[in-house]
């Protein structure tokens, strides 16, 4: 059973905003991803990480441009690999930045980056990442938030150690409900729109770590991209996490196993229910909200996967009767479980296909490293 985050039909959107705006016919794209195209109109709707990247590898194809038609100009597929590669010569964290800021800064009306770190690296200077262009196509900002997601993705991985964002700044209106709160678990830090400019900040002392990865780790990361550019792992730094986490396995017993409760769940983080629950309060969400979350994204993965009865996953994820998962599931999705899965028609072989692809881009890197999954 995936601990993976599902992805909000909100980001699949904004993937095929250049495609569509190139006139290019999107439902091939998506059927060859196996997401069900009537799913974009529900806002409810949300797709795995693995139907996610075959969509951006299908649209990489399809405009010939990492940044999926979104940006001022095209960046050719392998750009981002290459830009890799020259990144790992580098001896700490702070040079292979600004290589790769370099890098991207010889292409005409490429993004325009920056990196402003401080004279001296004193107990808790900042470093900031900052986008400091408008992006031509980019309506929906997809491509913005990528740029930032991907250098704090790329940064802890080439030092092998997740680096904590300490705040996300954007330069536009907060989207809207229910799109706003996917910001805060994808970065992970205090999230505020309407900033004068698009930047992310780290302590300034990861810049002097030891750049760690070698091309034959670098091919292993190109080979996983971008599953999870839109998925965040968890890492136990929040209360939320470690329930999450507690629950994910809980699922991956398999058989009878069950969801425990907040009292089971409790004892294992040695604390008592009440606390548990007050400590999720102040994380602005619940045990049920939690334990919903983790149901369906276990339950969105089986559906897709298409390898288990719904009668079986309804089990499996403690549902006493086919007919309560069936409401439930219209709640979370705003479809039934059979209509999902029947929309999303036979597996294509499109995955197998696109298995070999350097091309991550800016359209999606997955740049966490193996050593950290929960």
Known sequence: MSSRRTISVHHVRAALRGAQRLGIDTVPLLQRAQIPPLLLGDDRAR???????????ALHRATDDEFLALGSAPSRRGTFAMMCYAALGCRDLGAALERGIRFYGLFP?????????????????????????????DEDHFLSECLVIIWHRLSSWLIGRRIPLLRAEFAYPAPLAPYRHEYDILFGCPVRFGADRTRAAIDAHWLAAPVVQDESTLEALLRRAPADLLSRREYGTTVAEQVRRVLVRALRGGGTARLPEVAEVAARLAVSPATLRRRLQQE?????????????????????????????????????????????????????????????GERSGAEAADGGTHGAGAGGASCETQSQQS
């Open 47 to 57: 797709v795995t990480p693995e139907q996610f990247t075959r969509l951006v590898r």
């Open 109 to 137: 009306n490429g993004p325009d980056l920056a990196l402003e770190r401080p004279a001296r690296l004193a107990a808790g200077s900042e470093a900031v990442f900052v986008v400091r262009s408008d992006l031509a196509h």
């Open 284 to 344: 602005d969400t619940s045990f049920q909200r939690l334990k919903d979350a983790v149901r369906r994204d276990a339950a969105i993965t089986g559906l897709a996967e298409g390898r288990e009865p719904i009668a079986e996953l309804a089990a499996r994820l403690g549902f006493s009767e086919d007919t309560a998962f069936h409401r439930a599931f219209r709640r979370w999705t705003g479809t039934t479980p059979g209509a999902y899965r029947l929309s999303g």
